[in-house]
C-alpha cells in the first residue's frame, strides 16, 4: 500500500498536477491526501488526470476563508470504503483492503496556523480518533513541531509541542521515522525558518500488520511544503526482481575504479546514514544496469 500526503499550497498550477499525475503512476499510489488546496472541488476531469486515469474515489472538503481546502482519494481497485467523515480539520476513510480484508482508517489532516484554535484542532484529534476500534493511519500537515530540534533556530515555545506529544502518548499513536530530509515546511524570507510539521502517526495493531511501514520526504520544489510518501511496503504489492551480484566481476578490470568513481560522484547533503543509504542506493542501481549490459553482450555474442 502506498499514498502521498502533501500540503500543496495551493492547487491550481499544472506542474503540481504533473507532478502528481507522475508519481501516481511511477510509485503505483493507493491514496493521496492534499491540503491547502483554497478549492471547494474539482472538476472531474482534473482529479482523473492527477491520479493517473486511475478508477478513483474522491472527497473535496471546501476551504474555511482563504486558507484551507482539503481533498482525499483512494484507488477503488485497492480498497472498499465503507464510511467517510469530515470534521472541522480532517477527513476520515474507513476503509477495507480487498486484497486480505484489513480494515482501518485513514484520517488525512490540516492542523490550523492560527495559535486560538489549535486547542480546538487538537480536542478533535482526540475525538475521532478515541472513538475508533479499527486501525487508524493519520497523516498531513499538523502545524505543531514536537521537539526544539524539528526547527532550525531558536524561537521555540513548549506548550503545543507539550500538548501534541500528551495527545500522541494518549492515543497510543507512534511516528513513522521520515527520511530524506529534517524539516517538511520552509519560508521565503531572506533568513529562512524551516520546521517539521507534516508527519504520519499509526496506531501499535497498524503497525504490528505493517512492520515495514515507511515514510520519505520528496522534493520541495513547487511547494513550501515538502510532500511524505507513505508505504507499508507489502512484498505481495509489486514485486521486484532480486538484484544478484558474482563474484566473478570483481576480477574485471577497472571494478574497483568504476565502484570509486560511482560512489564518490553521488553527492547528497543529509546526516552520515542519509549520505550512505543514498550513494549505496545509488551504486546499486549503477551496478544493476551494468551487470544486465554485461547480460546481453554475453546473450549476442553466445552462438545458438
Avoid at 277 to 286: E, N, T, V
Wanted: net charge positive; charged share 25%.
Amino acid at each position: 500500500m502506498k499514498g502521498i500526503f502533501w500540503n500543496c499550497n495551493g492547487f491550481a498550477d499544472c506542474k503540481k498536477f504533473r507532478f502528481l499525475s507522475d508519481l501516481t503512476k511511477e510509485k503505483n499510489l493507493d491514496f493521496i491526501a492534499l491540503s491547502e488546496t483554497g478549492r471547494a472541488n474539482f472538476p472531474q476531469s482534473t482529479l482523473n488526470n492527477i491520479c493517473a486515469g486511475r478508477d478513483f474515489l474522491w472527497h473535496c472538503m471546501a476551504p474555511r476563508g482563504r486558507s484551507g481546502g482539503m481533498v482525499l482519494g483512494i484507488c477503488l481497485s485497492t480498497f472498499d470504503i465503507g464510511e467517510i467523515e469530515e470534521g472541522d480539520f480532517f477527513i476520515r476513510f474507513k476503509l477495507r483492503l480487498r486484497e486480505d480484508d484489513f480494515k482501518f482508517n485513514l484520517i488525512s489532516i490540516y492542523g490550523p496556523a492560527q495559535l486560538d484554535q489549535k486547542s480546538h484542532f487538537l480536542s478533535e484529534v482526540v475525538r475521532v480518533c478515541s472513538k475508533e476500534v479499527v486501525p487508524i493511519v493519520i497523516g498531513g500537515d499538523f502545524n505543531i513541531i514536537r521537539k526544539p530540534d524539528e526547527k532550525n533556530n531558536d524561537n521555540y515555545n513548549d506548550r503545543w509541542p507539550f500538548l501534541f506529544n500528551v495527545v500522541i502518548d494518549s492515543l497510543n499513536l507512534r511516528e513513522i521515522e521520515m527520511t530524506g530530509r529534517n524539516f517538511t515546511w520552509g519560508n521565503h524570507l531572506p533568513i529562512q525558518t524551516f520546521e517539521k510539521l507534516d508527519r504520519i502517526l499509526v496506531c501499535t495493531d497498524f503497525e504490528s500488520k505493517y512492520p515495514l511501514t515507511s515514510v520519505h520526504a520528496l522534493t520541495r520544489e513547487i511547494s513550501d511544503h515538502t510532500p511524505l510518501l507513505f508505504s507499508t511496503n507489502n512484498p505481495f504489492s509489486s514485486y521486484q526482481p532480486q538484484f544478484k551480484f558474482e563474484l566473478g566481476r570483481l576480477l574485471r578490470d577497472g571494478f574497483c575504479d568504476m565502484v570509486s568513481e560511482v560512489w564518490q560522484s553521488t553527492l547528497v547533503v543529509g546526516s552520515p546514514l542519509e549520505r550512505w543509504q543514498a550513494k549505496i542506493r545509488r551504486l546499486h542501481q549503477y551496478l544493476r544496469g551494468w551487470a544486465n549490459n554485461l547480460s546481453g553482450a554475453y546473450k549476442k555474442k553466445r552462438p545458438f
